[in-house]
Protein backbone atom coordinates (compact mmCIF):
# COMPACT_ATOMS: atom_id res chain seq x y z
CA UNK A 1 0.00 0.00 0.00
CA UNK A 2 1.53 3.15 -0.76
CA UNK A 3 0.15 6.66 0.81
CA UNK A 4 0.66 9.69 -1.17
CA UNK A 5 0.56 13.10 0.81
CA UNK A 6 0.07 16.86 0.14
CA UNK A 7 0.36 19.46 2.59
CA UNK A 8 -1.71 19.83 5.00
CA UNK A 9 -3.68 21.15 7.97
CA UNK A 10 -5.04 18.76 10.84
CA UNK A 11 -7.49 20.00 13.24
CA UNK A 12 -10.19 18.06 16.06
CA UNK A 13 -10.33 15.79 18.43
CA UNK A 14 -9.17 11.77 18.65
CA UNK A 15 -8.51 9.36 21.22
CA UNK A 16 -5.36 8.08 21.79
CA UNK A 17 -4.87 4.02 20.10
CA UNK A 18 -3.92 1.70 23.09
CA UNK A 19 -0.33 0.83 24.00
CA UNK A 20 1.09 -1.64 21.78
CA UNK A 21 3.80 -2.10 24.70
CA UNK A 22 1.30 -2.70 27.65
CA UNK A 23 -1.31 -5.12 25.50
CA UNK A 24 1.85 -7.34 24.74
CA UNK A 25 3.03 -7.56 28.41
CA UNK A 26 -0.60 -8.08 29.62
CA UNK A 27 -1.39 -10.79 27.02
CA UNK A 28 1.96 -12.48 28.12
CA UNK A 29 0.95 -12.75 31.69
CA UNK A 30 -2.61 -13.50 31.08
CA UNK A 31 -1.40 -16.47 28.95
CA UNK A 32 0.51 -17.67 31.74
CA UNK A 33 -2.05 -16.39 34.87
CA UNK A 34 -5.55 -18.32 35.23
CA UNK A 35 -8.35 -16.19 33.95
CA UNK A 36 -8.02 -12.52 33.01
CA UNK A 37 -9.76 -9.52 31.29
CA UNK A 38 -8.06 -7.13 28.94
CA UNK A 39 -9.87 -3.88 28.54
CA UNK A 40 -9.38 -1.55 25.50
CA UNK A 41 -6.14 -3.86 24.30
CA UNK A 42 -4.53 -2.77 20.66
CA UNK A 43 -5.17 -5.08 17.86
CA UNK A 44 -2.90 -4.76 15.64
CA UNK A 45 -0.17 -7.26 13.22
CA UNK A 46 2.51 -7.19 16.30
CA UNK A 47 -0.11 -8.16 18.82
CA UNK A 48 -1.87 -9.93 17.23
CA UNK A 49 1.32 -12.54 16.53
CA UNK A 50 1.22 -12.12 20.65
CA UNK A 51 -2.05 -13.69 20.59
CA UNK A 52 -0.92 -16.41 18.59
CA UNK A 53 2.09 -17.37 19.70
CA UNK A 54 -0.33 -17.44 23.37
CA UNK A 55 -2.53 -19.65 22.05
CA UNK A 56 0.32 -21.83 20.86
CA UNK A 57 1.16 -22.86 24.32
CA UNK A 58 -2.49 -23.44 25.56
CA UNK A 59 -4.03 -20.00 26.41
CA UNK A 60 -7.62 -19.82 25.42
CA UNK A 61 -8.15 -16.16 24.04
CA UNK A 62 -11.31 -14.71 23.37
CA UNK A 63 -11.65 -11.49 21.74
CA UNK A 64 -14.63 -9.07 22.00
CA UNK A 65 -15.03 -6.57 19.10
CA UNK A 66 -16.73 -3.58 18.80
CA UNK A 67 -17.99 -1.65 16.06
CA UNK A 68 -15.50 -0.43 13.65
CA UNK A 69 -13.17 -3.16 14.31
CA UNK A 70 -12.22 -1.63 18.29
CA UNK A 71 -11.50 -4.30 20.98
CA UNK A 72 -13.30 -4.07 23.86
CA UNK A 73 -11.51 -6.75 25.82
CA UNK A 74 -9.48 -9.85 25.40
CA UNK A 75 -10.92 -13.00 27.40
CA UNK A 76 -8.37 -15.14 28.34
CA UNK A 77 -7.81 -18.25 29.97
CA UNK A 78 -4.69 -19.31 31.09
CA UNK A 79 -1.58 -22.33 31.48
CA UNK A 80 -1.69 -21.01 35.29
CA UNK A 81 2.24 -21.35 34.93
CA UNK A 82 2.51 -24.66 33.11
CA UNK A 83 2.32 -23.78 29.17
CA UNK A 84 1.72 -26.90 26.82
CA UNK A 85 4.22 -28.03 24.19
CA UNK A 86 3.10 -26.22 21.20
CA UNK A 87 1.98 -28.62 18.47
CA UNK A 88 3.85 -26.25 15.38
CA UNK A 89 6.35 -24.02 14.98
CA UNK A 90 5.58 -20.54 16.77
CA UNK A 91 4.99 -17.60 14.60
CA UNK A 92 6.09 -14.13 16.07
CA UNK A 93 5.52 -12.66 12.54
CA UNK A 94 7.40 -9.25 12.64
CA UNK A 95 7.26 -8.74 16.11
CA UNK A 96 10.21 -8.82 18.36
CA UNK A 97 8.51 -8.51 21.26
CA UNK A 98 6.71 -11.65 20.45
CA UNK A 99 10.03 -13.42 19.41
CA UNK A 100 11.75 -12.25 22.50
CA UNK A 101 8.93 -12.68 25.28
CA UNK A 102 7.81 -16.33 24.02
CA UNK A 103 11.07 -17.40 24.20
CA UNK A 104 11.48 -16.90 26.97
CA UNK A 105 8.29 -18.25 28.13
CA UNK A 106 8.90 -21.54 25.81
CA UNK A 107 11.64 -22.25 28.74
CA UNK A 108 8.58 -23.26 31.07
CA UNK A 109 7.46 -25.76 28.89
CA UNK A 110 8.05 -29.67 29.86
CA UNK A 111 9.03 -30.42 25.92
CA UNK A 112 10.41 -28.13 22.85
CA UNK A 113 9.51 -25.32 21.23
CA UNK A 114 10.01 -23.37 17.77
CA UNK A 115 9.66 -20.01 17.55
CA UNK A 116 10.41 -18.12 14.37
CA UNK A 117 9.37 -14.94 12.30
CA UNK A 118 9.51 -12.63 8.92
CA UNK A 119 12.52 -12.53 6.82
CA UNK A 120 12.97 -9.29 9.02
CA UNK A 121 12.46 -10.20 12.47
CA UNK A 122 14.91 -13.58 11.41
CA UNK A 123 17.50 -10.92 11.11
CA UNK A 124 17.33 -9.34 14.14
CA UNK A 125 19.95 -10.79 17.13
CA UNK A 126 19.17 -12.84 20.29
CA UNK A 127 22.18 -14.48 21.95
CA UNK A 128 22.36 -12.41 25.50
CA UNK A 129 18.69 -13.51 25.95
CA UNK A 130 19.68 -17.09 24.98
CA UNK A 131 22.47 -17.29 27.06
CA UNK A 132 20.86 -16.23 30.28
CA UNK A 133 18.46 -18.88 29.54
CA UNK A 134 21.00 -21.60 29.30
CA UNK A 135 22.53 -20.36 32.53
CA UNK A 136 18.99 -20.33 34.30
CA UNK A 137 18.60 -23.98 33.49
CA UNK A 138 16.60 -24.17 30.18
CA UNK A 139 18.75 -25.26 26.98
CA UNK A 140 18.10 -22.19 24.09
CA UNK A 141 19.78 -22.19 21.16
CA UNK A 142 19.86 -20.18 17.26
CA UNK A 143 18.78 -23.49 14.53
CA UNK A 144 21.73 -21.22 12.25
CA UNK A 145 24.31 -20.65 15.74
CA UNK A 146 23.92 -16.99 15.37
CA UNK A 147 21.79 -15.74 18.11
CA UNK A 148 18.99 -15.70 15.16
CA UNK A 149 15.46 -17.09 14.72
CA UNK A 150 14.47 -20.08 14.34
CA UNK A 151 15.15 -20.39 18.22
CA UNK A 152 14.48 -23.63 19.53
CA UNK A 153 13.97 -23.86 23.46
CA UNK A 154 14.23 -27.07 25.27
CA UNK A 155 13.30 -28.22 28.91
CA UNK A 156 12.29 -26.19 31.79
CA UNK A 157 13.71 -23.06 33.73
CA UNK A 158 15.36 -23.82 36.88
CA UNK A 159 16.48 -20.06 38.11
CA UNK A 160 19.66 -18.91 39.38
CA UNK A 161 22.52 -16.25 38.11
CA UNK A 162 22.82 -15.01 34.73
CA UNK A 163 24.68 -11.82 33.59
CA UNK A 164 23.26 -10.17 30.43
CA UNK A 165 24.33 -7.44 27.73
CA UNK A 166 20.91 -5.21 27.68
CA UNK A 167 22.21 -2.60 25.80
CA UNK A 168 20.66 -4.48 22.46
CA UNK A 169 17.43 -4.25 23.70
CA UNK A 170 15.38 -4.21 26.97
CA UNK A 171 13.37 -6.59 25.68
CA UNK A 172 15.55 -9.49 26.53
CA UNK A 173 15.13 -8.23 30.60
CA UNK A 174 11.58 -8.03 30.31
CA UNK A 175 11.29 -11.62 28.59
CA UNK A 176 13.27 -13.47 31.92
CA UNK A 177 11.29 -11.11 34.13
CA UNK A 178 8.02 -12.60 33.03
CA UNK A 179 9.36 -16.34 33.17
CA UNK A 180 11.47 -15.99 35.85
CA UNK A 181 9.08 -15.77 38.71
CA UNK A 182 7.58 -19.29 37.82
CA UNK A 183 10.99 -21.19 37.68
CA UNK A 184 11.57 -23.42 40.82
CA UNK A 185 14.15 -21.36 42.53
CA UNK A 186 15.00 -17.43 42.63
CA UNK A 187 16.97 -15.78 40.16
CA UNK A 188 19.52 -13.04 40.22
CA UNK A 189 19.78 -11.03 36.97
CA UNK A 190 22.48 -8.70 36.53
CA UNK A 191 22.01 -6.66 33.75
CA UNK A 192 24.63 -4.65 31.77
CA UNK A 193 24.35 -1.43 30.28
CA UNK A 194 20.29 -1.43 30.18
CA UNK A 195 19.01 0.69 27.55
CA UNK A 196 15.50 1.42 27.08
CA UNK A 197 14.93 1.85 30.93
CA UNK A 198 11.15 2.75 30.44
CA UNK A 199 9.82 -0.50 29.13
CA UNK A 200 11.70 -2.97 31.59
CA UNK A 201 9.41 -0.62 34.28
CA UNK A 202 6.13 -0.92 32.49
CA UNK A 203 6.85 -4.76 32.86
CA UNK A 204 7.51 -4.76 36.68
CA UNK A 205 4.17 -2.73 36.22
CA UNK A 206 1.94 -5.22 35.15
CA UNK A 207 3.52 -8.00 36.79
CA UNK A 208 2.88 -6.25 39.86
CA UNK A 209 -0.70 -6.22 38.84
CA UNK A 210 -0.42 -10.02 38.04
CA UNK A 211 0.51 -10.22 42.07
CA UNK A 212 4.50 -10.61 41.47
CA UNK A 213 6.86 -7.90 42.44
CA UNK A 214 10.78 -7.36 41.44
CA UNK A 215 13.11 -6.32 43.26
CA UNK A 216 16.03 -4.67 40.98
CA UNK A 217 18.45 -1.40 41.77
CA UNK A 218 20.94 0.38 39.31
CA UNK A 219 24.30 -0.02 40.21
CA UNK A 220 26.50 3.51 41.17
CA UNK A 221 25.99 5.39 38.10
CA UNK A 222 26.11 3.43 35.40
CA UNK A 223 22.93 1.38 33.26
CA UNK A 224 23.86 -1.70 35.03
CA UNK A 225 20.77 -3.00 36.62
CA UNK A 226 20.38 -6.07 39.46
CA UNK A 227 17.53 -7.95 39.34
CA UNK A 228 15.97 -10.36 42.08
CA UNK A 229 13.21 -12.64 41.16
CA UNK A 230 11.85 -14.88 43.52
CA UNK A 231 11.02 -18.17 41.85
CA UNK A 232 7.58 -20.42 42.65
CA UNK A 233 5.60 -17.95 41.94
CA UNK A 234 1.98 -17.96 39.88
CA UNK A 235 -0.03 -14.87 38.34
CA UNK A 236 -3.16 -13.33 38.95
CA UNK A 237 -3.94 -11.04 36.82
CA UNK A 238 -7.79 -10.59 36.60
CA UNK A 239 -8.42 -7.44 35.09
CA UNK A 240 -6.24 -4.87 32.90
CA UNK A 241 -6.64 -1.89 31.56
CA UNK A 242 -4.54 -0.53 28.45
CA UNK A 243 -3.32 3.05 28.52
CA UNK A 244 -3.08 5.32 25.55
CA UNK A 245 0.00 4.68 23.50
CA UNK A 246 2.28 7.94 23.91
CA UNK A 247 4.91 6.13 20.85
CA UNK A 248 1.77 6.33 18.37
CA UNK A 249 0.64 9.85 19.43
CA UNK A 250 3.44 11.59 19.15
CA UNK A 251 2.76 11.07 15.53
CA UNK A 252 -0.40 13.09 15.84
CA UNK A 253 0.78 15.16 18.11
CA UNK A 254 4.08 15.91 16.00
CA UNK A 255 1.86 16.64 13.05
CA UNK A 256 -0.36 19.15 14.45
CA UNK A 257 3.25 20.96 15.74
CA UNK A 258 4.63 20.47 11.91
CA UNK A 259 1.27 21.92 10.51
CA UNK A 260 0.34 24.78 13.20
CA UNK A 261 -2.74 22.97 14.03
CA UNK A 262 -4.87 22.70 16.86
CA UNK A 263 -5.35 19.25 18.10
CA UNK A 264 -6.40 17.66 21.64
CA UNK A 265 -5.78 13.85 21.97
CA UNK A 266 -7.37 12.01 24.90
CA UNK A 267 -6.51 8.80 26.85
CA UNK A 268 -2.62 10.22 27.53
CA UNK A 269 -2.78 9.80 31.57
CA UNK A 270 0.89 9.72 33.13
CA UNK A 271 2.16 5.64 32.96
CA UNK A 272 5.45 4.28 32.99
CA UNK A 273 5.62 5.29 29.36
CA UNK A 274 8.99 6.24 28.73
CA UNK A 275 7.95 7.90 25.29
CA UNK A 276 5.55 10.38 27.72
CA UNK A 277 8.67 12.60 27.09
CA UNK A 278 6.87 13.47 23.77
CA UNK A 279 5.53 16.35 25.58
CA UNK A 280 8.41 17.81 26.90
CA UNK A 281 10.30 17.84 23.59
CA UNK A 282 7.78 19.01 22.01
CA UNK A 283 7.87 21.56 24.30
CA UNK A 284 11.40 22.56 24.38
CA UNK A 285 11.35 22.31 20.16
CA UNK A 286 8.69 25.69 20.37
CA UNK A 287 5.44 23.77 19.94
CA UNK A 288 2.29 24.68 21.90
CA UNK A 289 1.30 22.28 24.36
CA UNK A 290 -0.03 21.33 27.44
CA UNK A 291 -0.85 18.04 29.27
CA UNK A 292 -3.65 17.88 31.49
CA UNK A 293 -2.86 14.85 33.49
CA UNK A 294 -5.55 14.55 35.49
CA UNK A 295 -7.91 14.37 32.42
CA UNK A 296 -5.48 12.36 30.46
CA UNK A 297 -5.66 15.41 27.87
CA UNK A 298 -2.81 16.67 25.58
CA UNK A 299 -3.22 19.48 23.84
CA UNK A 300 -1.32 21.30 20.77
CA UNK A 301 -2.00 24.84 19.46
CA UNK A 302 0.88 24.50 16.99
CA UNK A 303 4.29 26.03 17.21
CA UNK A 304 5.38 29.35 19.47
CA UNK A 305 5.34 32.04 16.59
CA UNK A 306 9.16 32.07 16.28
CA UNK A 307 8.47 28.40 14.93
CA UNK A 308 10.23 25.14 15.97
CA UNK A 309 13.76 25.02 17.10
CA UNK A 310 16.77 22.73 17.15
CA UNK A 311 17.52 20.93 20.11
CA UNK A 312 20.09 18.97 21.44
CA UNK A 313 19.12 15.27 22.98
CA UNK A 314 19.72 12.05 24.40
CA UNK A 315 17.23 9.42 23.36
CA UNK A 316 19.06 6.31 24.44
CA UNK A 317 15.79 5.93 26.91
CA UNK A 318 13.12 6.85 24.18
CA UNK A 319 14.56 5.27 20.73
CA UNK A 320 11.16 4.93 19.63
CA UNK A 321 10.56 8.92 19.55
CA UNK A 322 13.30 9.17 17.08
CA UNK A 323 11.92 8.80 14.01
CA UNK A 324 9.05 11.54 15.08
CA UNK A 325 11.47 13.83 16.84
CA UNK A 326 13.68 13.67 13.24
CA UNK A 327 10.79 15.33 11.33
CA UNK A 328 10.50 17.62 13.44
CA UNK A 329 13.86 18.54 13.32
CA UNK A 330 13.91 18.25 9.82
CA UNK A 331 11.56 21.73 9.86
CA UNK A 332 13.17 23.53 12.77
CA UNK A 333 15.44 26.26 12.43
CA UNK A 334 19.17 25.43 13.78
CA UNK A 335 20.43 22.49 14.31
CA UNK A 336 19.06 19.14 16.05
CA UNK A 337 21.72 16.24 17.51
CA UNK A 338 19.97 13.19 18.29
CA UNK A 339 22.99 10.57 20.63
CA UNK A 340 22.48 7.63 22.40
CA UNK A 341 20.77 5.70 19.87
CA UNK A 342 23.41 2.82 18.59
CA UNK A 343 20.25 0.27 19.01
CA UNK A 344 18.24 1.96 17.40
CA UNK A 345 20.55 -0.03 14.49
CA UNK A 346 18.79 -3.53 15.68
CA UNK A 347 14.97 -2.37 15.43
CA UNK A 348 12.69 -3.87 12.25
CA UNK A 349 15.39 -2.19 10.62
CA UNK A 350 18.42 -0.10 10.68
CA UNK A 351 16.54 3.14 11.26
CA UNK A 352 19.39 5.27 11.95
CA UNK A 353 20.42 4.27 7.88
CA UNK A 354 17.07 4.38 6.55
CA UNK A 355 15.78 7.87 8.63
CA UNK A 356 18.60 9.49 6.76
CA UNK A 357 18.35 8.08 3.41
CA UNK A 358 14.34 9.24 2.95
CA UNK A 359 14.69 12.08 4.44
CA UNK A 360 17.59 12.90 2.36
CA UNK A 361 15.04 12.79 -0.51
CA UNK A 362 13.22 15.03 1.12
CA UNK A 363 15.98 17.57 1.02
CA UNK A 364 17.05 17.32 4.67
CA UNK A 365 20.57 17.89 5.40
CA UNK A 366 21.02 14.88 8.00
CA UNK A 367 24.29 13.04 8.87
CA UNK A 368 23.78 9.23 10.36
CA UNK A 369 26.38 9.28 13.28
CA UNK A 370 27.49 5.76 15.23
CA UNK A 371 25.08 6.44 17.58
CA UNK A 372 22.43 9.02 16.58
CA UNK A 373 21.76 11.52 13.86
CA UNK A 374 22.90 15.28 13.40
CA UNK A 375 19.70 17.11 11.66
CA UNK A 376 19.87 20.59 9.82
CA UNK A 377 16.52 21.89 9.38
CA UNK A 378 15.05 23.27 6.44
CA UNK A 379 12.01 25.97 6.12
CA UNK A 380 10.37 23.61 3.42
CA UNK A 381 10.88 20.34 2.68
CA UNK A 382 10.43 18.97 -0.84
CA UNK A 383 8.10 16.94 -1.87
CA UNK A 384 10.00 12.84 -3.25
CA UNK A 385 8.85 9.43 -3.46
CA UNK A 386 9.84 7.91 -0.30
CA UNK A 387 10.34 4.30 0.92
CA UNK A 388 9.30 2.83 4.50
CA UNK A 389 11.19 0.08 4.36
CA UNK A 390 7.95 -1.91 5.92
CA UNK A 391 9.11 -0.16 9.29
CA UNK A 392 5.66 0.75 10.54
CA UNK A 393 7.74 3.63 12.86
CA UNK A 394 9.32 4.99 9.36
CA UNK A 395 6.37 4.64 7.59
CA UNK A 396 4.12 6.99 9.47
CA UNK A 397 7.17 9.25 10.22
CA UNK A 398 7.35 10.13 6.82
CA UNK A 399 3.98 10.54 6.11
CA UNK A 400 4.23 13.33 8.99
CA UNK A 401 6.93 14.86 6.93
CA UNK A 402 4.67 14.80 3.84
CA UNK A 403 2.48 17.42 5.84
CA UNK A 404 4.58 20.06 5.34
CA UNK A 405 6.47 19.29 1.73
CA UNK A 406 5.17 21.50 -1.08
CA UNK A 407 3.62 18.91 -4.07
CA UNK A 408 2.58 14.76 -3.20
CA UNK A 409 4.95 13.14 -1.56
CA UNK A 410 4.38 8.96 -2.09
CA UNK A 411 5.47 6.77 0.72
CA UNK A 412 6.19 3.78 -0.63
CA UNK A 413 4.94 0.52 1.32
CA UNK A 414 2.93 2.29 4.01
CA UNK A 415 0.58 0.00 5.21
CA UNK A 416 3.23 -1.17 7.74
CA UNK A 417 1.79 1.14 10.00
CA UNK A 418 -0.67 -1.70 10.72
CA UNK A 419 1.85 -3.11 12.73
CA UNK A 420 1.47 -0.70 15.46
CA UNK A 421 -1.30 1.64 14.87
CA UNK A 422 -3.84 0.08 12.64
CA UNK A 423 -6.26 2.92 12.49
CA UNK A 424 -3.51 5.69 11.43
CA UNK A 425 -4.45 6.85 8.18
CA UNK A 426 -8.21 6.59 9.18
CA UNK A 427 -7.42 8.80 12.22
CA UNK A 428 -4.93 11.24 9.82
CA UNK A 429 -8.14 11.49 7.78
CA UNK A 430 -10.73 12.28 10.09
CA UNK A 431 -8.32 15.26 11.20
CA UNK A 432 -8.64 16.74 7.94
CA UNK A 433 -5.16 15.55 6.37
CA UNK A 434 -4.88 14.98 2.88
CA UNK A 435 -3.96 11.41 2.04
CA UNK A 436 -4.67 9.11 -0.97
CA UNK A 437 -4.76 5.58 -0.18
CA UNK A 438 -3.56 3.36 -3.34
Known sequence: MNAAVQR??????????????????????????????????????????????????????????????????????????????????????????????FTAVSALCEGAAVITGDASLRKRPNLPLLKALNELGSEAFSTRGDGTAPIVVKGRLTGGETVIDASISSQFISALLIACPLAAKDSYILANNLSSVPYMRMTTEVLEQAGVEVSFSRLSSSNDYSFHVEGGRSYDLRRFTVPGDFSSSSYLLAAAAITDSELKVKNLFPSAQGDSRIVGLLEEMGAKINW???????????????????IKVNMRENPDLVPTIAVLAAVAEGSTEITGVAHLRYKETDRLKFLTE??????????????GLLIEGEEKLKAAKVYSHEDHRLAMALCIAALSARGETVVEEAGCANISYPSFFEDMLNLGADITIS
Do not use: W
Open 358 to 371: ELTKMGVQIKEKED
Open 292 to 310: NKEEGVVEVNGAQSVGLKG
Open 8 to 101: SRIEGEIIAPPSKSYTHRAITIAALAKKSEIVYPLLSGDTEATINAAKCLGATVEVAVEQEGQAKKILIEGTEGSPDTPEDVINAENSGTTLRF
